[in-house]
T-cell receptor
Framework: DAGITQSPRHKVTETGTPVTLRCHQT?????MYWYRQDPGHGLRLIHY???????DKGEVSDGYSVSRSKTEDFLLTLESATSSQTSVYFC????????????FGSGTRLTVV | AQSVTQLGSHVSVSEGALVLLRCNYS??????LFWYVQYPNQGLQLLLK??????LVKGINGFEAEFKKSETSFHLTKPSAHMSDAAEYFC?????????????FGEGTQLTVNP
């Protein structure tokens, strides 16, 4: 399997606090993505990156920001966590070498109380 | 714009029976198509992919899918279900070959296998 890890795997945080999730890859893939998965909604794209310092919004980007200061790391920040952001967050990577198919991390389960 | 529709959010089969999970897509360019499987509390794992070569694609765990352009479909099949196939399955489409093309996912189909 491709080297992609997410941290933390589980987190409980309080409403109004900032939270940062980390995605780390060792595959030197150009593209990285953050999705959230919720029952009845499938996977929804939050933000993605097509290179260092190059990022763009997905379909559910409100309340989230991202940063990519180096190829291997893609950080997702919830600026002020709300209960509606309770979800499972997945990071994915892709590259032309894999026909742009994704490789996923194991996910971060975030609970906002 | 691209989209994916998975028909049936829940499918139930008996062990040993045929598995058929349906996926229809729309895309303005020739697509790349993917099936992913998700076991409980895990990330998504690639089952198989179509990237404009053979229309019948074989994947892991005995699954296969056929790309039918005329029907805009990419249904997933397995001749004989096993208990270990119980999982959620996602179909996804990308605008094949486009630099940095993002995947659009269907909402998933939960497969239950009954003994």
């Amino acid at each position: 399997d491709a080297g992609i890890t997410q941290s933390p795997r589980h987190k409980v945080t309080e409403t109004g606090t900032p939270v940062t999730l980390r995605c780390h890859q060792t595959e030197n893939h150009r593209y990285m993505y953050w999705y959230r998965q919720d029952p009845g909604h499938g996977l929804r794209l939050i933000h993605y990156s097509y290179g260092v310092k190059d990022t763009d919004k997905g379909e559910v980007s409100d309340g989230y920001s991202v940063s990519r200061s180096k190829t291997e790391d893609f950080l997702l920040t919830l600026e002020s966590a709300t209960s509606s952001q309770t979800s499972v967050y997945f990071c994915a990577i892709s590259d032309f070498r894999d026909n742009y198919g994704y490789t996923f991390g194991s996910g971060t389960r975030l609970t906002v109380v | 714009a691209q989209s994916v529709t998975q028909l049936g959010s829940h499918v139930s089969v008996s062990e040993g029976a045929l598995v058929l999970l349906r996926c229809n897509y729309s895309s303005s360019v020739p697509p790349y198509l993917f099936w992913y499987v998700q076991y409980p509390n895990q990330g998504l794992q690639l089952l198989l992919k179509y990237t404009s070569a053979a229309t019948l694609v074989k994947g892991i765990n005995g699954f296969e899918a056929e790309f039918k352009k005329s029907e805009t479909s990419f249904h997933l099949t397995k001749p004989s279900a096993h208990m270990s196939d119980a999982a959620e399955y996602f179909c996804a489409v990308s605008e094949g070959g486009t630099s940095g093309s993002r995947l659009t996912f269907g909402e998933g189909t939960q497969l239950t296998v009954n003994p």
